[in-house]
């Protein structure tokens, strides 16, 4: 028998979003899409995310520790991390994630390695970039002075000639150094010179340098000064030759092949595909606001065909204010023009190249610099997306994101909670829809390929990588935890009757595969369970190993996307409700619409409160006014 005043309600989960009222934002809202992202084939159907898989665990290092900075230029992964070969510093190191294998670092030393960061709280965090044939490493734990920034030299450079010292730290040419190609960094090997000394500047005119230990005698021979290479990185530390940074630099670019480097309340750029070489004193912006530049980011073109190249530097100075750098010196056509919304960000690692512009994380929340030079609205705010996380960050200078192919992650310590968890949210960039919160957040994160590379919050000494689309590799077992997920929708849009509801029949369009048990549960306005239930598929879940291979479906029998009822084991009765479906990440799953028919009641809202009418006001009797014929009822 049908159910009188009963209406139909199909919900289709969109994405997730930071309302608590699915009545007042965009159909489709979800409280919770914990581990699952966009299903490739179909709108609004959900499917687990995969697992990271654990790739290194730096074998041969001295008790590694936390990684404070990564680069992945190709194949190979450039970093920083605390380890024992220089206790309490920061080792250089190189990872070849196609071999799985570590490249040997040369050149490190106790003097010319950062003292390591506090792992927690909030930081300045190091900043990597590739300029030339160098990978530059802004580090705060660099003293200054003589040694302000580190870099790999990769170059695979090799001068041989004549040179001459005299007993002293001085290294003499007829011919020059500096168009020859040598580098502050680079190793000398000659016959009375140390073995490992290095070139530590060159003077201008380039017929002489400054070495890094003393020669031991006085000669005329024959010299070789060499860099690293890509399969051998060299390390090496100082400041710019000739004319040398004001201060120890926070941040670093490559913009029109030279590095720009975030120094006080302005910007110094090296000499083009040199980034050690400063030659001229004016290589340098000082902005009249006299705010500090805290973070740089670049800006790419947005053609297709020239889409790598940088068009713009934008220098962020804190929260208050965005400089945009176009143009070049060389090319007279330099200039500097503040962005129309005086924002910015606290959280230099948020700032990632994307598909779409250059995104940040403000304190308005995720924003991006598009390729017009234009600050978008933050993305997500209202109930339209996810921003809360991002506002109420613990330590915003801990957020770090990445973005590749059309997924952008940003992973944050989510301040808004009571346990303040570890978070990460993914924004997809084609359907603009937010899923998450995912639980292996990363302090640090790098796209590689088609997919990243993760050093995950909490487990120090690790490389991980994380796929964003399955695949017959995919595991859904993560650091030895299997994966589970929860797909929550938002209240329930309110039926605008003022009349309490009754539910009793209601699908879900899933797909599963045999022998899965899944839980349903609705709860109300103030997360009371309403109602628990399961769904059980028949058949067995192939468990690896224990089958012949070649003689059974891996994961079980599929099974294509269909309504299952809900058994309900109570009517549900609510004013507004939301359903949790909750269950393991296993393959095959597929989370689609859920359907509802409820039954308006006919009474007004459920109250949590007494209902006390007021009493009337007190009034007197005059009895004096009384007769005899007068009746007191």
Not at 116 to 136: E, F, K
Not at 231 to 245: E, S, V
Request: glycine share 10%; hydrophobic share 40%.
């Amino acid at each position: 028998m049908a159910l009188r005043n009963s209406k139909p309600l199909t919900f289709k989960a969109v994405g997730l979003s930071d309302t608590v009222d699915g009545t007042n934002t965009f159909p489709g809202a979800m409280q919770q899409l914990v581990n699952l992202i966009p299903a490739q084939d179909t709108a609004s159907c959900w499917v687990p995310r995969p697992a990271a898989v654990q790739i290194s665990a730096f074998p041969g290092f001295t008790t590694p520790g936390f990684v404070s900075a990564s680069l992945v230029i190709g194949n190979i992964e450039y970093g920083m991390i605390a380890s024992g070969l220089h206790a309490g510093k920061d080792q250089p190191y190189a990872y070849n994630l196609a071999t799985s294998t570590f490249l040997t670092v040369s050149g490190i030393t106790a003097a010319n390695v950062p003292t390591s960061p506090a792992t927690s709280g909030n930081w300045v965090p190091p900043i990597m970039a590739v300029v030339g044939t160098r990978i530059v490493v802004c580090h705060p734990g660099f003293p200054g002075g003589a040694t302000k920034f580190g870099w790999f030299d990769i170059s695979s450079f090799s001068y041989t000639g004549s040179t001459t010292t005299n007993g002293t730290t001085t290294l003499a040419s007829a011919v020059n150094l500096l168009t020859s190609g040598v580098q502050p960094g680079q190793v000398i090997t000659k016959a009375d010179v140390p073995a490992g000394t290095t070139i530590v500047s060159i003077a201008v005119g380039g017929l002489s340098a400054i070495m890094s230990a003393a020669a031991t005698g006085s000669t005329t021979s024959a010299t070789t000064i060499a860099g690293g290479t890509a399969a051998a990185p060299q390390w090496g530390a100082g400041d710019t030759n000739i004319y040398n940074l004001p201060s120890v630099p926070v941040s670093v670019v490559q913009f029109n092949g030279r590095a720009y480097y975030a120094v006080g309340n302005g910007v110094a750029w090296s000499d083009s595909l040199l980034a050690c070489n400063r030659t001229n004193a004016d290589q340098a912006i000082v902005f009249g606001n006299g705010l500090p530049v805290t973070a740089l980011g670049a800006l790419p073109l947005s053609s297709p065909i020239t889409g790598g190249i940088i068009q713009a530097v934008l220098a962020f100075q804190g929260i208050s204010a965005l400089q945009q750098i176009t143009g070049d010196q060389a090319t007279t056509n330099l200039a500097v023009n503040v962005l129309n919304v005086a924002t910015g960000t606290l959280a230099p690692l948020s700032i990632a190249p994307t598909n779409f512009g250059l995104a940040f994380v403000s304190p308005e929340g995720l924003r991006v610099v598009t390729f017009a030079g234009q600050v978008s609205d933050p993305i997500g705010d209202s109930g339209k997306g996810v921003t809360i996380p991002f506002l109420y960050a613990s330590y915003p200078s801990r957020i770090c994101a990445a973005a590749n192919a059309d997924v952008l992650r940003i992973s944050v310590q989510n301040g808004y909670l009571p346990s303040t968890p570890f978070q990460e949210y993914w924004y997809d960039v084609t359907r603009k829809i937010w899923s998450g919160p995912h639980n292996f957040p990363a302090s640090l994160i790098q796209p590689w390929q088609g997919t990243f590379v993760v050093h995950p919050a909490g487990i120090p000494g690790t490389t991980w990588k994380s796929d964003v689309q399955a695949s017959s590799a995919t595991t859904y077992t993560e650091n030895g935890v299997p994966l589970q997920f929860a797909h929550q929708t938002s209240l329930l849009p309110d039926n605008q009757e003022m009349h309490e509801n009754a539910l009793v029949e209601s699908a879900a369009a899933l797909a599963m595969p045999g022998g899965y048990t899944l839980t349903v549960t609705a709860v109300d306005e103030n997360d009371n369970n309403l109602n628990t239930t399961t769904l059980q598929t028949s058949g067995s879940l192939t468990v690896w190993g224990a089958f012949t291979w070649g003689g059974t479906v891996w994961s079980g029998a599929q099974s294509a996307l269909r309504q299952y009822r809900i058994p309900w084991t109570a009517p549900l009765v609510y004013k507004q409700a939301s359903q949790i479906l909750q269950g393991s990440c296993v393959p095959g799953l597929k989370i689609g619409n859920s359907y509802f028919r409820y039954q308006q009641l006919g009474y007004l809202l459920g109250t949590p409160y007494v209902y006390a009418p007021v009493p009337p006001s007190p009034f007197i009797l005059d009895l004096s006014t009384l007769d005899s014929t007068d009746v007191l009822q």
